[in-house]
């Protein structure tokens, strides 16, 4: 029972670092320092794609599968659970393509927003501004 509640939790934290890989840049958006955890999940991402590597996340459920009696992973974590279950294994690419440009389009925004933040932290009207417009009654 150990070994399977541990491969569970390994496929739930491999979903959730897919999910980062492709959404961790607007994360930052709201806490920049986050960014710099997203660069470095987003660089391995495609270092995975890019090289034949195998993610450590697929060598502990292997590992974790074997010990609970099951068989060993004859794929990866994407060729088993993603492609041809949630898209046609056709999408590969155009899926990658697309995950691509959303984490290109997080990271531009946050260099926008950090660029906006930049700005009224040095201006001293910015500072003194209130966030909102004021009541034309009071």
Same mark, same amino acid.
Request: contains cysteine; charged residues 20%.
């Given at each position: 029972?150990?070994?399977?509640?541990?491969?569970?939790?390994?496929?739930?934290?491999?979903?959730?670092?897919?999910?980062?890989?492709?959404?961790?840049?607007?994360?930052?958006?709201?806490?920049?320092? !986050?960014?710099? &955890?997203?660069? #470095? $999940? @987003?660089?391995?991402? %495609? *270092?995975?794609? +890019?090289?034949? =590597?195998?993610?450590?996340?697929?060598?502990?459920?292997?590992?974790?599968?074997?010990?609970?009696?099951?068989?060993?992973?004859?794929?990866?974590?994407?060729?088993?659970?993603?492609?041809?279950?949630?898209?046609?294994?056709?999408? !590969?690419?155009? &899926?990658?393509? #697309? $995950? @691509?440009?959303?984490? %290109? *389009?997080?990271? +531009?925004?946050? =260099?926008?927003?950090?660029?906006?933040?930049?700005?009224?932290?040095?201006?001293?009207?910015?500072?003194?501004?209130?966030?909102?417009?004021?009541?034309?009654?009071?």
């Amino acid at each position: 029972m150990g070994f399977r509640l541990l491969t569970t939790l390994v496929l739930v934290v491999h979903f959730g670092y897919l999910a980062y890989v492709v959404l961790g840049g607007f994360i930052a958006w709201r806490w920049p320092r !986050t960014i710099w &955890l997203h660069l #470095l $999940a @987003a660089a391995w991402g %495609l *270092v995975v794609i +890019v090289y034949p =590597l195998l993610c450590p996340l697929t060598v502990l459920e292997d590992w974790s599968r074997q010990r609970a009696g099951e068989a060993a992973l004859t794929r990866g974590f994407i060729d088993r659970y993603i492609e041809g279950v949630l898209y046609p294994e056709r999408y !590969t690419r155009l &899926l990658q393509v #697309l $995950a @691509a440009c959303a984490v %290109l *389009v997080s990271w +531009v925004g946050f =260099l926008i927003i950090q660029r906006r933040r930049s700005a009224r932290a040095t201006d001293p009207e910015r500072q003194q501004a209130p966030r909102w417009p004021r009541s034309r009654s009071g």
